[in-house]
């Protein structure tokens, strides 16, 4: 891969039909009728990967693969707290 994807979509999967896949983090194989993650970048549907869930785990832990609502999150850089921004639409006055 040279560019790296912002973000991944990733949903459950489970195929009804035989097949094997080779996951993406340890290129062991998958069979499809297990319990597994469905990965793709971007959500492009057509570059998506199966991967176990527990490789899945460990990469999103090592901060690999951030999901569309952190990456967002990221961009735009810290919310302001609850109380920050009531504090805000009262004008900046404090109780
Ligand atoms: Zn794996």
């Known amino acids: 891969m040279a560019e ?20 993406p983090f340890c290129q062991k194989h998958l069979p499809s009728m297990t ?9 492009d549907r057509s570059k998506r990967r199966h991967a176990h869930w527990e490789c899945v785990r460990k990469a999103r832990a090592e901060g690999r693969l951030p999901t569309q609502g952190e990456w967002l999150e990221a961009e735009r ?5 609850l109380g920050e921004r009531l504090r805000r639409l009262l004008g900046g006055k404090t109780s």
Do not use: F
Request: a positive charge; proline letters at 15%.
């Open 35 to 43: 319990d597994h993650v469905l990965i793709a970048p971007e959500d």
């Open 77 to 81: 850089g810290p919310r302001p707290s």
């Open 4 to 23: 790296q994807p912002k973000w991944w979509s990733m949903r459950r999967a489970q195929n009804l039909k035989p097949a094997t896949y080779r996951c």
